[in-house]
């Protein structure tokens, strides 16, 4: 069955240090791989998305993430941690079938970020 | 701003009443989605459109009646919810041609079901 998990459920940074959000997803195939972020009160933004080529993704607000195929991972990683990124952060696999995303989402991770 | 535009943004209906949700998109997408966020729970995937035709329903209860006249609009049409119905709904969509897509959300509308 196709799942994606994410380990942590809160993580409290300082602002300024780095950050690495863990994501693992089990799926039969060369998986489609997403990260979302979610401010309070608001819909998902992505981040960034890895469907094929460079295992080495770049997106917005400075993170990146990097897809590992032997590990069924795909971690979110930002070096340098600013106030503004407290958030919830959703990893999701996204199998494209049909015409469509059908997207998985794991359970989120809620990001604090301390002064 | 996504495009996609969700309303209301807030709605608290009783067990007896009848609502509508409503998502509109004029990105010019094919697919579009609604998804079930609750506390302490991932996302979950209710309904799926594609080029106005249903293409997914994931055992969701009759209570939830999806609608979707044409590729812009989705609706959600609610009646006799109970209240573990609470929560928050997000509207998705997507292009279909090619398959390097991605799904953009609406806000959400948060619902309580008293």
């Known amino acids: 069955a196709q799942s994606v998990t994410q380990p942590d459920i809160h993580i409290t940074v300082s602002e300024g240090a780095s950050l690495e959000l863990r994501c693992n997803y089990s799926?039969?195939?060369?998986?489609?791989l997403f990260w979302y972020v979610q401010s309070p009160g608001q819909g998902l933004q992505l981040l960034l998305k890895?469907?094929?080529?460079?295992?080495l993704v770049q997106g917005i607000k400075g993170f990146e993430a990097e897809f590992k195929r032997s590990q069924s991972s795909f971690n979110l990683r930002k070096p340098s941690v600013h106030w503004s990124d407290a958030a919830e952060y959703f990893c999701?696999?996204?199998?494209?079938?049909?015409?469509?995303?059908?997207?998985?989402f794991g359970a989120g991770t809620r990001l604090a970020v301390h002064p | 701003e996504t495009g996609v535009t969700q309303t209301p943004r807030h709605l608290v209906m009783g067990m007896t009443n009848k609502k509508s949700l409503k998502c509109e998109q004029h990105?010019?997408?094919?697919?579009m989605y609604w998804y079930k966020q609750s506390a302490k729970k991932p996302l979950e995937l209710m309904f799926v459109?594609?080029?106005?035709?249903?293409?997914e329903n994931n055992s969701v209860p009759s209570r939830f009646s999806p609608e979707c006249p044409n590729s812009s609009h989705l609706f959600l049409h609610l009646h006799t919810l109970q209240p573990e119905d609470s929560a928050l709904y997000l509207c998705?969509?997507?292009?279909?041609?090619?398959?390097?897509?991605?799904?953009?959300f609406g806000q959400g509308t948060r619902l309580t079901v008293v």
């Open positions: 998705a969509s997507s292009p279909t041609a090619g398959e390097n897509t991605e799904a953009f």
């Open positions: 799926y039969g195939a060369t998986p489609y």
């Open positions: 890895y469907f094929s080529g460079d295992t």
């Open positions: 999701a696999v996204g199998p494209f079938s049909g015409g469509y995303n059908k997207l998985i």
């Open positions: 990105l010019g997408h094919n697919a």
């Open positions: 459109y594609n080029f106005k035709e249903q293409t």
